[in-house]
């Protein structure tokens, strides 16, 4: 505990300067327009994040996490917050998002920006923020506040969405919207099939859903390790009898899995693994 | 070694970490509101605490938040070095076997229905009703998750921890303490009562003839160091005294996925009941068995004899917040009440692998597996006598 005491204080000291908040990105209500404002601004840093968000945090210091803005707001009954993440760069930002966003839930909010939209939440990156807007009821049913709120801040943010985050799995023709970039080990277990995949030396993966001619889509992962070796260590324990439905293969530094459990005949789940390990 | 000259209480009240120091203007006083701390009275701010002519800067602190955190960091760094020796470590509270057992096996009460009274009334009876509890003690400590401003099913929701307290008073209980600390008064965003106050629970309680007490997570001398000689990990836990030195304990987690942790119910949640230093260094050590271990260490320190979870409604997919991702699944509507921490994990985790595509069972079995070792209590369902109403 002691260890501990100093650890967190020595932390919130050196990083609590560095917490930076751009308050223009999240206005009050009135500069929104039509909204009211709900007790004050907050904002994060690194060190302190956790205090916000408990066990949450870690999967965003690990996708880049530099700085958290909260502002809440109000309009008829509807409370809002709205949680404006500053990442390390663009790319980060929509990394977190592909982690984040719901299934089935993307829609154009704004010409080039796509957003995750529900009744009670959007979610959305733009340059280098992520950017969640919610109804403090997360039960709610009407999404129009928390749609016009989110609009009029990702208007204020500069910057566009990234492009080629997912070049390296395009050839295996990915589902739209099904695919999520894993930053880390933590981002790693997303899945609980990726459980026995090897997190020692894991750089970077990117998982999605992808077609085949033959059955539903099947999911996969491709994952980059540090070295040939860790790759070929990372998918070494999973084999035909301890994990029938799970097909791997490495080569250099790249591991490939292949969650088969919807049976893709063998031709069309050697060429999908072809693909994406030959990127 | 360090030398140590000085107790530390010297030292916290050097920097103002000392009740009367760091203390704010009589005006903003009359602004605070007063929360029922046992047997003493605590101010605690429910405002943002900044004086209208003070600016708010980086991390939304005033330059008095800063100046005093920095002061209040110093102070404790130095106890924290020069102190260590004056703190003994304990070994963890004893408290009697399950007093919830048929047939030598664990009873776990499930109880499905609508009306929560009627849920928790059935579900007490059907562990034999309460009287095992209050022959130990009149007072009952509650414990309930509140990990971020953010309502049901991210933390306890107020009516349960109401209800749970007057099943509690029917049963013979004189007093009963909801007790959390989430926050410190060096931070005015993040105060002891911070959650709870934008939540409402404070309200919503008084009256409800639950007290609550929230204490400061920096307070250094409100933990007591405990360890197991069977933990796998030898540095001691800091686990606050109001829980340690509770003649019941009564856990009111929620069901969610977690991060680092993959899933939070009756284990996870009594990081709440642990140090923050503790809690931060845990989460810094993840990725390994660590975490799944540590975690069973801080359920070790707490043992609460009963544990109600509130699994109406739960959080799939990630969390342990909406921030974090997590999605509200309703109409499970089930209430689960075990006095053994490990069956009631293993039971929930269930509920959650069958409503969330994205979790199994087997991604919490280290931490089972390790509770199971340290004799926690036992994941093995089969061993459980699980009784299932509807009303």
Known sequence: ?279 | MIACREPPSKFYFQVGLLPGLGRRPAGEEQAETNVRLGSRTHIDRMTSGSRPDEQKGMAGLTRRDLFRLSAGSFGLLSASLLGACNFRVAACKSVPPNPFVHAGQPLLVVVEGEDLQAMLKAGVEALGGLDKLSSLSREAVFRGNFVAPQPYPVTTHPDFISAVGGILRQSGFRRTVLFDSHGTNLVASSSPSSIMGKLGVIGKLTGSGVEVDVRDFLERTEFQLVRNPAWPIASPVGVHRMVHEAGVVISLPVVKRHGAAQFTCALKMHFGSVSMADRIVTHKNEGSEYLDQRLVHFADTARPQLTIVDARTILARRGPTLTAGGEVVRGINKIVLCGDMVATDAYCARLMAERDPTFSVQMVARQLKHATELGLGTADLAQVKIVELRV
């Not at chain 1, 908040?21 to 004050?40: H, N, Q, R, T, Y």
């Not at chain 1, 977190?96 to 719901?102: A, H, I, N």
């Not at chain 1, 992520?130 to 801040?153: K, Q, S």
């Not at chain 1, 439905?245 to 063998?266: F, I, M, W, Y």
Request: charged share 20%.
């Open chain 1, 1 to 279: 505990m002691i260890r501990g005491f100093v650890w967190v204080l020595v932390c919130l000291l050196v990083t609590l300067p560095g917490c930076s908040s751009d308050s223009s990105l999240l206005p009050s209500g009135e500069d929104l327009g039509s909204f009211a404002d709900v007790g004050d601004p907050e904002s994060y840093g690194s060190a302190t994040l956790y205090t916000y968000m408990n066990g949450g945090a870690e999967v965003f210091l690990e996708y880049g996490f530099v700085a958290l803005s909260i502002r809440r707001y109000s309009r008829g009954s509807d409370q809002l917050i709205a949680e404006l993440f500053e990442m390390r760069d663009p790319s980060a930002a929509a990394s977190l998002y592909s982690y984040l966003r719901r299934t089935n839930a993307e829609t154009e909010i704004r010409p080039g920006c796509r957003a995750s939209v529900t009744p009670s939440e959007v979610l959305l990156a733009k340059g280098r923020y992520y950017l969640a807007c919610r109804n403090e009821d997360p039960l709610a049913t009407r999404g129009v506040a928390v749609g016009e709120l989110a609009e009029r801040i990702a208007d204020r943010l500069a910057g566009d969405s990234p492009s080629g985050l997912f070049d390296p799995i395009r050839m295996g023709n990915p589902v739209p919207g099904s695919e999520i970039f894993i930053a880390g080990p933590i981002s790693l277990r997303v899945r609980p099939w990726l459980a026995p995949i090897g997190e020692r030396g894991f750089e970077r993966g990117w998982l999605a859903a992808f077609q085949t001619l033959s059955a539903r889509p099947v999911e996969a992962l491709v994952a980059d390790y540090q070295t040939a070796a860790l790759a070929r260590e990372a998918v070494a324990g999973v084999t035909a009898s301890s994990h029938p439905e799970l097909k791997v293969e490495s080569r250099g530094r790249r591991a490939v899995v292949v969650n088969d459990s919807t049976t893709v005949a063998p031709q069309h789940l050697i060429a999908l693994m072809e693909s994406l390990l030959t990127h």
